[in-house]
T-cell receptor, first 115, second 115 residues
Framework: KQEVTQIPAALSVPEGENLVLNCSFT??????LQWFRQDPGKGLTSLLLIQSSQREQTSGRLNASLDKSSGRSTLYIAASQPGDSATYLCAVKGFRETSGSRLTFGEGTQLTVNP | EPEVTQTPSHQVTQMGQEVILRCVPISNHLYFYWYRQILGQKVEFLVSFYNNEISEKSEIFDDQFSVERPDGSNFTLKIRSTKLEDSAMYFC?????????????FGEGSRLTVL
């Protein structure tokens, strides 16, 4: 059964700092990995999707990497802003034959960027 | 930008009552999902739906739950006899494909409170 863990659980940084959020998963047989942002009481906003054959994806100030063999992904946020404050969720999609085609989510990292 | 819409945003019901949560997926998407998030816990997969049938369901999705696509635009989740432990945020999601490129887009959620 796929297990996804995110470290740290919470992070508080001053504005302008570069930061890294970590995600690890136990079963490397994945289709893809998706990073989401969740604001309090709101839905999930997709940030980046990395296919299993890819090593990284970039969108603006965000860069996500994937090391499937070691079961790890990182989300790098450059020049953080107060508007980046949210919970960041990592989710992996497994193969149907093993863990199914469902997304398995981590607990999230709650990020606070202080002005 | 196309988005997944969900109604109602919040529903309060008495234990044992039936509840229907509604979703309008993105129009050209073919795969539909329901996930839920109990307060303070991880987002959990409930069910996926493709080609007018359930393609996968989790252990949570028991006989009390059902899904339907009654017309070309709506996708519903019905809980027949709600329990206290069904209180959660329910998220609908859709994707264009089920493959490794299938990015999931989520709605804002329907908060269900069972009294």
């Amino acid at each position: 059964k796929q297990e996804v863990t995110q470290i740290p659980a919470a992070l508080s940084v001053p504005e302008g700092e570069n930061l890294v959020l970590n995600c690890s998963f136990t079963d490397s047989a994945i289709y893809n990995l998706q990073w989401f942002r969740q604001d309090p009481g709101k839905g999930l906003t997709s940030l980046l999707l990395i296919q299993s054959s890819q090593r990284e994806q970039t969108s603006g100030r965000l860069n996500a990497s994937l090391d499937k063999s070691s079961g790890r992904s990182t989300l790098y946020i450059a020049a953080s802003q107060p508007g980046d404050s949210a919970t960041y969720l990592c989710a992996v999609k497994g193969f149907r034959e093993t863990s199914g085609s469902r997304l398995t989510f981590g607990e999230g990292t709650q990020l606070t960027v202080n002005p | 930008e196309p988005e997944v819409t969900q109604t109602p945003s919040h529903q309060v019901t008495q234990m044992g009552q039936e509840v229907i949560l509604r979703c309008v997926p993105i129009s050209n998407h073919l795969y539909f999902y329901w996930y839920r998030q109990i307060l303070g816990q991880k987002v959990e997969f409930l069910v996926s739906f493709y080609n007018n049938e359930i393609s996968e369901k989790s252990e949570i999705f028991d006989d009390q739950f059902s899904v339907e696509r009654p017309d070309g635009s709506n996708f519903t989740l019905k809980i027949r006899s709600t329990k206290l432990e069904d209180s959660a945020m329910y998220f609908c999601a859709s994707s264009k494909t089920g493959s490794s490129t299938g990015e999931l887009f989520f709605g804002e959620g329907s908060r269900l409170t069972v009294l």
